[in-house]
Every structure is written in structure tokens, then in C-alpha cells.
């Protein structure tokens, strides 16, 4: 079993930056690969970033590069940089774990731990 808790959401303004940090406790963290997703009202679950089996950071293209997932081992963390907000990105922000083995990384099945979420809101 792998906890994880969300922090470091709230109100910003258009242009601003937040970053979003996810704690893990349980299970052995490095087990697991990471990733960010979020949710708006009224619509359906998104990918945002995960980490990948190469080490490489994935980002889904359409945030154009605005967003990156980094992680501290030390600290059982992984963090989500926010950069260049707009209202559009307000949302609940998840993290998420999935196995090592799993290749996909920007779909919700793929993931089998989840946290309970932080609100990021952009304001115009």
C-alpha cells in the first residue's frame, strides 16, 4: 500500500506559479513510478506529466512545456513545477503511482494509487 498526500495548491493569478508537491509514505516508494493528473469541474480526468522508464520527464504535449515533475527520492516526494498559469488550468490536481513494469503513462488505469487531491485555481 503507497499513501500519498498533496500540498501546495491555491489561488494564483494568469502568468503565475505554484508548485504542487505529493508525499508518499507506505510501500516502497521506488518502486513506483509517478504522475500528475487533474480534473476540472464538469469534465473528465487528464494526463499532466509523468515520469518515464528512460528517466525522462513526460509532459503532455498541449501544456506546452509549461509544467515539469521532478522527484526527491530522499523525501519521498515528487514535485509538479507550474509555470505560465492560465484560468484554464484551474482544476483538482492528483498525483498518482503506478508499477514500475507498467509502460503507458498518461492514462488513469495505469495507475493503482492515488491521492485524495489539491485545487490549483488561476484566476484572470
Known amino acids: 500500500q503507497v499513501q500519498l498526500v498533496e500540498s501546495g495548491g491555491g489561488l494564483v493569478q494568469t502568468g503565475g506559479s505554484l508548485r504542487l508537491s505529493c508525499a508518499a509514505s507506505?510501500?516502497?516508494?521506488?518502486?513506483?513510478?509517478m504522475g500528475w493528473f487533474r480534473q476540472a469541474p464538469g469534465k473528465v480526468r487528464e494526463f499532466v506529466a509523468a515520469e518515464t522508464r528512460d528517466g525522462s520527464p513526460s509532459a503532455a504535449n498541449a501544456r506546452g512545456g509549461r509544467f515539469t515533475i521532478s522527484r526527491d527520492s530522499a523525501k519521498n516526494t515528487v514535485y509538479l513545477q507550474m509555470n505560465s498559469l492560465k484560468p484554464e488550468d484551474t482544476a483538482v490536481y492528483y498525483c498518482a503511482a503506478r508499477p514500475q513494469s507498467t509502460g503507458v503513462v498518461n492514462i488513469s488505469p495505469a495507475y493503482v494509487y492515488w491521492g485524495r487531491g489539491t485545487q490549483v485555481t488561476v484566476s484572470s
Open positions: 507506505g510501500r516502497t516508494f521506488s518502486s513506483y513510478f
